[in-house]
């Protein structure tokens, strides 16, 4: 029968379609795009080109599943162009093509056809041609094979033998019905028959299914006829337990022909493996050698005794029995010097599966092994039972068990069974168990002195008191701050409370309260602390402009403008405020260049500003540069220069807007409850208190910028400021040039507010009307502040210009 091929345009289609009852659209989108958690860009419409996407990471789209018999049940008024389901009959995609009036496949094909050889038909399969021992399958050699189909579509057949050829073709069926198959053969028969043996059972396979039709196809035998010689058979090759056999693994058979012709030999299968050949003989030349090859794997290692027959006419003197194969036994070489240990190893810590041994080793034979180690220390390593299936340099994992008992090299002898030429040993290095203790961060105590500048002594100390648990070497350290760090080590050989002691190192760069952390190697996680350590600051150089005792340049020693400043209870390395020494340069009226020069040579850190101060516009612009740019600490007092005071606010302040007024006779100035250094010092806190003024001509300042902070105002009036602080610039005004002065037994109520004790220490005054004034305290927190704040900022290399 002719059989003509249904051909269909392969447009692959493109009907990924709009799923439903996912969103409720209510008007028309250009396009609509639909992700899953998977997906975690931005909103974004679908690719341009397609109305409709879907996007993850890992699902896909189902579509509805249908029988062949299901999909062909649809209504043909429900046929619509496109439509698509997956046939589960099939396994393929199918949609409707209106223009072919058929169901398509996904690839634009028919879908696999549904046939089969009924039992009616079986008996009409016909191989047609002649079929011999040796004969290569040519055009003439095929098999008919009639089919009924159910299914149109496209199918694959095949036609298989067990003897060195085969049948096959494909194509497609336009419509169901009957249909005669031409299978054209390839291949050549190696064995051939006797009747009455049926000859080759020929399976036939439908598009991947097995026929239940079985027809035969007799093969003719050759009359060749040839003996072996059985005591001239030789194995050649390696055989190897796992390991496929290759074209060098074969025997070599002396043979003597008697009648030329097609010849075939082969072995029987014995441990995964046989040997075959197939030739023609040309001549009779006796004792030729011929070649059987081998196939198949080893499965154990041994002798395999093989039996050999053949296609001879006289079977008695062409087969064989035992021929001895032999597959070689597990062989290999262990190599402990280049041994990698992996894993933690730890005193008392018991192994996991993490603390390995990689082994390298070289397989010479193949086979199943295990390699294992002795037990020394409590531990030992292991393989396991493992197939080692492959020649050559590989590495093995050892996996370790038991419990160190001791910390240092552990030495271990290294065997394998069956298969190690030789032992060999290798050393596994055990930590020491971590020392662990705590510490009592409560208890921490410092010794010495702490000074910038001065490097750390031996006596330089700090005592942390701790707890050890577990014995061993310790380590104490602090990080380094100010230029210094505290560290200890040795090693605790008892348990219970003790005391470390750190040494300090290095030189303090400045001074102030520093805090130190404190890190411990312990293993328990109870040892960070933190302490505290002071460090006095350096010694200030304080510049006083204006005359008497109203600046501490031209103030005698019972003065409080000096007294305060110069007395070790208040500024010293164990006064109220730690600093080294204050030295105090007296610059009295001069102005302009002989001010620069006095800044600039004495290095000055800090500018106090007394009575009968009033700077030029010169002089003006040097204290700026000081404060802007040196990052100098300028304490401004001023009086009977109203403008010029104002002059020098406005410049610093970098503003214009600020006045300076003055009021005659006023004595008692309240402070504002306003959190600042000044206020709250180390020489007491003062807000909420007040401030005297010394005899009359007090000034009060109105209209100041946003960058300052007011410390007090004029009897309670708090539009008028009688004193203010710059916010991150080092500048303080007072509004009265006396508010420092003052003695130790001055008593009046309106004069000199400024008291202090005979050591020097600030104190309060009594004062107009019963109230109290706190100006001595005011200005050593003043001066305290100023300290800090040029430690801190000041740039002593800056020159004024």
């Not at 007799?218 to 055989?239: A, H, Q, T």
Request: hydrophobic share 35%.
């Amino acid at each position: 029968m002719k059989i003509t091929l249904y051909k269909t345009n392969k447009n692959i289609c493109a009907v990924f379609f709009i799923l439903f009852s996912l969103y409720s659209l209510k008007a028309q989108v250009n396009n609509t795009k639909i992700k899953d958690g998977t997906v975690s860009t931005g909103p974004e419409k679908a690719k341009p080109g397609a109305i409709f996407e879907l996007e993850s990471n890992n699902k896909g789209m189902l579509t509805s599943r249908l029988t062949t018999a299901q999909r062909d049940a649809i209504p043909v008024a429900n046929l619509t162009d496109g439509l698509l389901i997956f046939n589960t009959t099939t396994g393929c995609f199918d949609y409707w093509s209106q223009i072919q009036n058929i169901w398509l496949s996904i690839c634009g094909t028919l879908p696999p056809a549904v046939f089969e050889i009924t039992t009616a038909q079986c008996s009409a399969v016909q191989a047609f041609g002649s079929y011999a021992v040796g004969a290569m399958l040519i055009a003439s050699n095929y098999l008919t094979v009639p089919v009924t189909v159910s299914q149109p579509g496209v199918y694959t057949i095949s036609a298989t033998t067990t003897n060195g050829y085969y049948f096959g073709s494909s194509g497609t069926f336009p419509t169901a019905g009957t249909y005669t198959l031409n299978l054209p053969g390839t291949g050549t028969p190696n064995n051939g028959y006797v009747v009455p043996d049926p000859g080759d059972q020929v399976n036939i396979v439908l598009n991947g299914k097995t026929s239940s039709c079985v027809p035969y196809i007799f093969i003719s035998k050759p009359d060749v006829d040839y003996v072996i010689n059985c005591g001239v058979i030789n194995p050649l090759g390696n055989y190897y337990i796992g390991i496929p056999l290759t074209s060098s693994n074969k025997i070599t058979v002396s043979i003597s022909p008697s009648v030329l012709g097609f010849w075939s030999m082969n072995t029987n299968t014995v441990n995964g493996y046989s040997f075959s050949g197939t030739g023609t003989f040309t001549d009779l030349t006796p004792n030729q050698t011929i070649e059987l090859l081998g196939t198949g794997t080893p499965d154990a290692s041994g002798t395999n005794n093989f039996n050999l027959v053949s296609n001879a006419t006289t079977q008695a003197t062409a087969s064989c029995n035992g021929i001895p194969i032999t597959v070689q036994a597990v062989a290999y070489t262990i190599d402990c010097g280049t041994a990698t240990q992996n894993g933690t190893y730890m005193q008392d810590v018991p192994l996991t599966a993490l603390n390995t041994i990689t082994l390298p080793i070289n397989v010479t034979a193949t086979g199943k092994t295990t390699i294992t180690t002795t037990t020394a220390n409590g531990i030992s390593f292991t393989s396991g039972l493992v197939n080692l299936s492959a020649l050559g340099a590989q590495n093995i994992t050892l996996t370790g068990s038991g419990t160190p008992t001791a910390s240092g090299t552990t030495a271990l002898t290294v065997s394998g069974t069956p298969g190690a030429v030789a032992t060999c040993g290798l050393n596994v290095t055990i930590a020491p168990q971590p020392v662990t203790y705590t510490t009592n961060c409560a208890g921490i105590t410092t010794a010495g002195s702490y000074a910038p500048g001065v490097a750390m002594l031996p006596a330089n100390t700090m005592t942390v008191p701790v707890n050890v648990t577990y014995v061993g070497a310790y380590s104490i350290t602090t990080n380094t701050v100010n230029g210094i760090s505290f560290s200890a080590s040795g090693t605790f050989s008892a348990t219970g409370s003790q005391n470390v002691i750190l040494t300090a190192t290095g030189t303090p760069i400045s001074g102030g309260t520093f805090s130190y952390a404190i890190t411990a190697n312990s293993t328990n996680g109870s040892t960070a602390c933190n302490k505290s350590v002071t460090f006095v600051f350096r010694t200030m150089k304080v510049l006083g402009l204006g005359d008497g005792m109203y600046q501490p340049g031209t103030a005698g020693t019972g003065d409080a403008s000096r007294a305060i400043l110069a007395s070790t209870a208040n500024f010293s390395p164990t006064g109220t405020f730690q600093v080294q020494s204050i030295t105090i340069i007296n610059g009295g009226s001069n102005q302009g260049t002989t001010l620069k020069n006095l800044i600039n040579t004495n290095n000055i850190d800090i500018i106090v500003i007394g009575y009968n101060y009033l700077p030029s516009a010169a002089s003006i612009t040097i204290l700026n540069d000081f404060v802007q740019n040196k990052k100098g600490v300028l304490i401004h007092s001023q009086e009977n220069d109203s403008s010029g005071a104002a002059s020098l606010i406005n410049t610093i302040c970098g503003s214009s807007t600020a006045v300076v007024s003055g009021t005659g006779t006023t004595y008692t100035n309240p402070v504002l409850n306003v959190s600042d250094p000044i206020l709250q010092g180390p020489f007491g806190t003062i807000t909420g208190f007040n401030l005297g003024s010394d005899v009359n001509n007090s000034y009060y300042v109105t209209g100041l910028p946003a960058n300052v902070t007011n410390l007090s105002t004029q009897n309670g009036n708090a539009t008028r400021i009688f004193s203010f602080k710059h916010n991150t610039l080092g500048y303080v005004y007072v509004g009265d040039s006396g508010w420092t002065a003052g003695t130790v037994s001055n008593t009046s109520t309106t004069t000199w507010p400024a008291k202090f004790a005979s050591t020097g220490q600030p104190l309060s005054k009594a004062y107009d009307s019963g109230i109290t004034v706190y100006n001595s305290i005011m200005y050593a927190n003043a001066v305290a502040w100023a300290i800090k704040y040029v430690q801190d900022n000041i740039n002593s290399s800056y020159v004024l210009p």
